[in-house]
């Protein structure tokens, strides 16, 4: 793995956008059902301002680090990353480590926010951005060693509505032990869903592609990540 320092000054360049001052987000109660997974709608008008001030200040990672090694093949991510968090923060997954950027404002924002509706904190997020329904996700988990397992992943979705798919684990491919249906939710501009623990053990989620589909959409996945300092 590479070096803390060598991971700052490779990120430096890329963390930086002029930042708008400090927006407050008010988010609806929560909505829980029996499964665990509590979904949430914001205003339409707070959730158009938070779009376009991330568009201002996020961003995205270019290069090698827009890239991800699926079984030992390297791929371009068909969609734009970035990664923000508490100084010193590292996360990797797909074969790639990436460093946390500074918090800029309404990321700050935004996470405190989400802090004060679920009860639990955060220090890093991972940011997709969807220019539109081409634009997608595999079927993954987030169960990678740096993720602390008693936290929930609250995903945060701004623009265009997108599909989000759960499969459980014993219900995939050819050989599935189990029959069981997938979940689908259709995640709307403004709305959080928290996947609380054990959901990303059992579960694989995705976002596929959606033809039909043709604005920009950014997911923020709130996580909380153990400390990976040297």
């Not at 946390?100 to 802090?115: F, G, Y």
């Not at 004060?116 to 595999?138: C, E, P, S």
Request: glycine residues 6%; proline residues 5%.
């Amino acid at each position: 793995m590479m070096e803390n320092g060598v991971l700052q000054r490779r990120h430096k360049r890329l963390c930086t956008k002029n930042s708008p001052e400090r927006r407050e987000w008010k988010m609806m109660k929560l909505l829980n059902d029996d499964e665990g997974i509590q979904e949430e709608d914001g205003d339409t008008k707070e959730a158009d301002e938070l779009f376009k001030h991330l568009e201002e200040e996020v961003v995205y990672s270019t290069g090698e680090e827009a890239k991800v090694q699926v079984y030992g093949k390297v791929y371009n991510i068909p969609r734009k990353q970035a990664t923000y968090g508490d100084t010193g923060l590292m996360y990797t997954y797909s074969g790639v480590t990436r460093l946390a950027c500074p918090w800029t404002p309404t990321l700050e924002n935004i996470r405190d926010t989400v802090t004060k509706a679920t009860g639990q904190t955060f220090n890093f997020v991972l940011i997709n951005r969807y220019k539109d329904g081409l634009d997608h996700m595999g079927e993954h988990r987030d169960d990678e060693k740096e993720l602390d397992p008693s936290c929930p992943i609250a995903s945060v979705s701004l623009g265009a509505a997108r599909d989000f798919v759960f499969r459980h684990r014993d219900a995939r491919g050819r050989n599935s032990s189990r029959q069981i249906e997938p979940v689908k939710l259709e995640l709307s501009h403004g709305s959080l869903l928290l996947m609380n623990p054990p959901t990303n053990h059992f579960w694989y989620h995705s976002l596929p592609v959606r033809r039909k589909t043709l604005q920009p959409r950014i997911n923020l996945t709130f996580r909380r990540i153990l400390n990976s300092k040297k």
